[in-house]
């Protein structure tokens, strides 16, 4: 795979520095060995994610991939040094693959990004130290361990952004290279360097050390003309196609030939780069994993219809040796009497070298004999078949002999037939299951942003009766539910307890059911506190808008999304802690969370979760499952829908 250039790096850290300086970092994952994703929330933009693979790249990315169920230590230890702090600088250490991420919380903390070689991702107290590292590593220069001082790697090479013509003559007359080398060693790498050599129209395989005046010159305006773009921060991101695969944030003359895709930001461009190969590994991983066990029962097939055919082929060749016998009884049992005769007198080996020798003599009663062996085991040529037979024993014998292998084989025949058949449903079978979890592989799919509906940025769902039922997900959205969208005519309802959300069924002046008000309340009740305390059922009341204030009396205090109750209050008892999730076609295809029975009147495609002790995320995963077939939606869809705190799948 592509690692990133010093030049890619800069790109990178431009973007990422005016993305993220002044956001706050939530949550790190380590979803394999070498790579951890830190998400940052930016003020106005929402989840930011980070991908930092050690030793290949850094980028924002719109591809979440699967995290581990059980958290490995490194990216616990990231969460408790850095979430809620705040991002200060992004750089890049002089020009070299080494990124720093400065970050601001009771004390500032520094994550370096090492992106040469292999790599390490290490996090630094105030005072340089290392906290811990991704791997640790040991040079005779330099410790990557915890509690040692950190220690950049040696900086060597060029800064096209800091080049002076002096500094390239140096270069130029130390190195005992040829130019092309030169360049790319240092620390423009390959590509760049190639870029160079072509603008320049100076022979790449010169001897660095013998260039002219002219040519260092020529090749110093050319570098400053490369990357006068970087100075300017005028970046042209592109994907590379057709024939060699790149992803660079500058225009290319090596690449005027090859097909090109713009990005708008060289971030988005890595993000689809890389974020191609990861799909395209995690593909190849799971087909090799299901490859192997398609042929195992495959090989199983192919030897058991060999056995079978073995089979086959041995009751005919048997049959017919058999019958070769008491076709030419007469004949073989000449052959037997005169062995019989001569085995008075004669050893085996004496035997046969008499019969050799009346062959050759032509004598023509010894045309069917192949051979016989010191064992007294004859081999005959009966009408161009090759038999076997004792001649110690008769004909009858010799010839039971081969009836009875036929008959073996016969046997065996049922007893293969329905080993082939059971192989070959077990075959069938694992090769849907190949095809099905290669379509339900959670590799990476791309997190877009949809427009959403104005309910769908509350909670919501549609009664079995064709009601719009609403409610808020915090303090902000209670207060918007109940001063924006509760209307005369509708209902309200809150849990009886703290924690709960508002909630307004839409009644469009319509009567409401007693059906609907039970799925309101059912809905009330298990997106409210009582699901992570991990309740069974809840009390739920309703009344009419006219008896919901937010005006307190003399003395009291209404906190941000609570509201007063005026009156008297309609209670449901025992209202069920149960969600259904499906995706529904309401207003178009959008996933739906609420009442069971409310879900099942618009598809039979769901799965209802209660209170439990599985993470949500893990639940998520598998709902989407289950789901979305077409691919409809995303996993953070599905998390955004769900209550607070652990679940279980019931069905």
Known sequence: MKTMSNVDIFAICTELSDLLEGSRVDKAYQPSKDTVVIRFHVRGQGRVDIVFQAGV??????????????????????????????????????????????????????????????????????????ILPLKRKKWSDRDI?????????????????????????????????????????NGLGGV?????????GIDKKLPANNLEPEAIQKLYETIIEIFQPLQNRDFTPNIISNGKEDVLPLDLEIYKDHVKQSFKTYNEAADEFFSSKVRAEIKGVHEKIWGAEVNKYAKRLRIQEETLENFKTTIIESQKKGDLLYAHYAE?????????????????????????????????????VESLDKMGMLILNIENERILIDSKIGIPENTEIFYEKAKKAKRKINGVLIAIERTKKELEKVEKKKELAMDRIMVPQKRVKKELKWYEKLRWFISSDGFLVIGGRDANTNEIVVKKHLENKDIYLHSDIHG????????????????????????????????????????????????????PQSGEFVAKGAFIIRGSR??????????????????????????????????????????????????????????????????????????????????
Request: hydrophobic share 35%.
């Open 145 to 185: 361990s915890s509690k040692k001082e950190y220690v950049y790697p040696a900086t060597r090479g060029i800064n096209p952004l800091e080049l002076k013509k002096e500094d390239l003559e140096t270069i130029f007359y130390e190195s005992d290279s040829d130019l092309i080398r030169t360049l790319a060693r």
């Open 192 to 200: 760049y360097a190639e870029e160079i050599v072509l603008r320049s």
């Open 500 to 551: 709960a959300p508002s909630v307004v069924i839409k009644t469009e002046n319509k009567e409401i059911s007693d059906n609907t008000l039970k799925e309101a309340a059912e809905f009330a009740a298990s997106f409210s506190s009582a699901w992570t305390k991990g309740f069974g059922s809840l009390d739920v009341y309703w009344v009419h808008p006219d008896q919901v204030s937010k005006t």
């Open 57 to 130: 790249r850094i980028h924002s990315s719109q591809y979440p991939v699967e995290n581990p169920k059980l958290p490995p230590s490194f990216p616990m230890l990231l969460r408790k040094y850095l979430k809620g702090g705040v991002v200060k600088h992004i750089r890049q250490h002089n020009f070299d693959r080494v990124v720093e991420i400065v970050i601001g919380k009771e004390e500032e903390y520094t994550l370096i990004i090492e992106l040469f070689a292999k790599g390490n991702i290490i996090l630094l107290n105030p005072e340089n130290q290392i």
């Open 570 to 651: 309609n209670y449901i008892r025992g209202a069920s802690l149960k969600v259904a999730v499906g995706i529904v076609d309401y207003q178009g295809k959008r996933i739906m969370a609420g009442p069971v029975d409310a879900v099942k009147k618009y598809t039979d495609n769901y799965i209802t979760i209660k209170p439990g002790y599985t993470k949500k995320e893990a639940v998520a995963r598998e709902i989407l499952k289950r789901i979305d077939e077409e691919r409809l939606i995303t996993l953070d869809d599905v998390i955004r829908v769900l209550p607070s705190g652990k679940c279980d799948i019931i069905n």
């Open 332 to 368: 073989v049992q000449n052959l037997l009497d005169v062995i019989g005769q001569a085995r008075k007198t004669h050893s085996w080996i004496e035997i046969g070298k008499k019969f050799k020798k009346g062959k050759k003599q032509g004598l023509k009663e010894l045309e069917m």
